[in-house]
């Protein structure tokens, strides 16, 4: 349900937590895959830590841009895009939203159910923050594991399908449908 009416635009706030949750979902993915891949030790432990505290940030910051997205729609598709497009374009931004809050929330569950959080008791994030664990049974830990990767995996073939559309709609249809949240996009009148 949705409180305003559509605009040409999204508004000021939809586009900064865009932007801000797509460059910390990048990040993510950097440090996740650093500190799963590369790493071994305190370098390690170090990067994990960062990479929770990502985690909470963006679940966060995906809450609020959930809460605006409900109360603010986003400007309508032009009606000369094909119903597929429209479609696609739908579920690629709602499938967004599932993986913003199931990734952060898998990760969360993955490392309460983890030896470690359980050994002390608590999860902590950057500046020593200790968060509570969740109340889940300890044989979940390896499902748990497999589910944030396979998440990981559908975040990142839903960030290329994102960007090639993007891309699609910029270089070859050359439309102005990106304009509504590039904030260096000029519409054409």
């Known amino acids: 349900m949705s409180f305003t009416t559509s605009s040409a635009r999204y508004t000021r706030p939809a586009i900064y937590l865009h932007w801000?949750?797509?460059?910390?979902?990048?990040?993510?993915?950097?440090?996740?895959?650093?500190?799963?891949?590369?790493?071994?030790?305190?370098?390690?432990?170090?990067?994990?830590?960062w990479h929770k505290t990502l985690g909470v940030t963006i679940l966060l910051l995906s809450l609020g841009r959930l809460a605006w997205?409900?109360?603010?729609?986003?400007?309508?598709?032009?009606?000369?895009?094909?119903?597929?497009?429209?479609?696609?374009?739908?579920?690629?931004?709602?499938?967004?939203?599932?993986?913003?809050?199931?990734?952060?929330?898998?990760?969360?569950?993955?490392?309460?159910?983890?030896?470690r959080a359980l050994e002390v008791g608590y999860m902590t994030i950057v500046g020593g923050v200790r968060l509570p664990l969740l109340p889940l049974p300890r044989d979940l830990h390896h499902w748990l594991e497999e589910s944030h990767e396979f998440l990981v995996w559908s975040m990142v073939a839903l960030l290329a399908l994102h960007v090639g559309a993007v891309l699609k709609h910029l270089l070859i249809d050359r439309d102005d449908i990106p304009g509504g949240m590039l904030a260096f996009f000029r519409r054409r009148a």
Not at 25 to 46: K, T
Not at 77 to 103: D, I, K, Q, S
């Open 20 to 49: 801000i949750l797509a460059a910390l979902i990048l990040a993510q993915l950097v440090v996740g895959w650093m500190f799963h891949e590369v790493l071994e030790g305190e370098s390690r432990a170090s990067w994990f830590e």
């Open 69 to 115: 997205r409900l109360l603010h729609r986003p400007p309508g598709y032009p009606a000369t895009m094909p119903g597929w497009e429209r479609a696609a374009a739908w579920l690629n931004h709602w499938l967004f939203y599932v993986l913003m809050l199931a990734l952060p929330l898998t990760g969360y569950a993955a490392v309460s159910t983890g030896r």
